[in-house]
């Protein structure tokens, strides 16, 4: 399996984020992705390879041009205005405020384009999410040139980042990125599954109303857990997209015979869809320890998730998002990883 790795994402080196209320110590840090890079050079899995540079072109595909200007730009916006540190927004345009006029103020603006006061805007933001698309992107293009399967490691994650906002963490879709570009390389079927313990409510927006990519989700129940107001069992898609998204709520403290229940099922429908490419949108928060998750899973569990995802026998991109047992995390990722390589040799080409 080969590994792109992000070199530039510890560019965005949070120091303090707001969670539940309280400031604290941030959870998205450098070294979730440290301890990761620790465990695969570790491991006999496959060689690292360099990002290509893309460009901004596949981001727009996605996301609003207006939002990637703001969020290039913002932290030195901040600093022009006598700002110092990090960038929180505390405004928001919500139920019956205007959000389709772009406000001069930077305050309104940072209101405009998130989603929470969990992700602060720091200096290197910017380069550390636009070089974690690329190193998605370039995942990508060994995939569609026939690899069975890549690996990308990047932060910050991206799987609540919708088309025009920022939140949870995450600034740039790296699953909705590439498969909006996997669709423009000619793949008619994709399937996102997103096993993060928190509902990429970013990737589903995108794509809620198309049946060209398929969204599955397994992840803490909205009526408790983060992102609260997206994620429920009865979001099945809308208009053509009717029937091409698919969520699995467990509620906190789920076992893991109830998480393996919801996944099973969810691999009964991709198999019927038939993916030309699987995107999975590897989150292990879902770890027993994590610090901000509330499910069981442990390194067998991680492992027999990547068997059973090898046994699809699908073309496969995994994409780094949460996980925030920063000792525990690298392990509980080369699981799922080794999981998936040890099932997939000797299995037939794809």
Not at 324 to 341: C, D, E, K, S
Request: glycine content about 10%; charged content about 20%.
């Amino acid at each position: 399996m080969k590994i792109v790795y992000n070199e530039r994402h510890a560019q965005h080196a949070a120091q303090k984020e707001f969670f539940r209320g309280q400031l604290v110590d941030a959870f998205e840090i450098p070294a979730r992705a440290d301890y990761v890079l620790q465990a695969l050079q570790a491991s006999d899995l496959g060689p690292f390879v360099p990002v290509v540079d893309h460009g901004r072109a596949p981001l727009e595909r996605v996301h609003a041009p207006a939002y990637l200007r703001f969020i290039e730009g913002a932290h030195a916006e901040w600093q022009a205005l006598g700002g110092e540190g990090e960038a929180f927004p505390a405004v928001w345009p919500v139920r019956s405020l205007r959000s389709d006029v772009e406000p001069r103020s930077f305050a309104a603006r940072m209101g405009l384009y998130s989603m929470d006061s969990g992700s602060p805007l720091t200096a290197g933001t910017w380069a550390a999410a636009y070089w974690g698309a690329q190193a998605s992107l370039t995942a990508l293009d060994l995939v569609l040139a026939g690899e069975r399967s890549a690996y990308c490691l990047t932060r910050p994650p991206g799987h609540h980042a919708g088309a025009d906002f920022f939140g949870g963490y995450c600034f740039i879709n790296n699953a909705a990125v590439t498969a909006q570009a996997a669709r423009d390389a000619g793949r008619q079927r994709v399937a996102i599954l997103d096993v993060d313990y928190h509902h990429g409510n970013g990737t589903q927006a995108i794509f809620y109303e198309r049946p060209d990519v398929f969204f599955l989700s397994i992840h803490g129940d909205p009526q408790t857990e983060y992102p609260f107001f997206l994620g429920h069992a009865d979001e099945r898609g809308a208009g053509a997209g009717e029937g091409f998204n698919a969520n699995y709520p467990l509620p906190a403290g789920a076992s893991n015979e109830q998480w393996f229940e919801a996944f099973e099922k969810a691999l009964v429908q991709l198999n019927a869809y038939a993916p030309e490419l699987l995107i999975v949108s590897l989150g292990v928060d879902t770890y027993g320890g994590d610090p901000i998750s509330h499910f069981r899973l442990d390194e067998p569990e991680f492992r027999r998730m990547g068997q059973s995802l090898a046994s699809l026998q699908l073309p496969t991109l995994f994409l780094q998002e949460g996980g925030y047992a920063t000792a525990a995390i690298g392990r509980n990722v080369q699981a799922v990883l080794a999981g998936f390589a040890s099932t997939a040799q000797g299995q037939p080409g794809v």
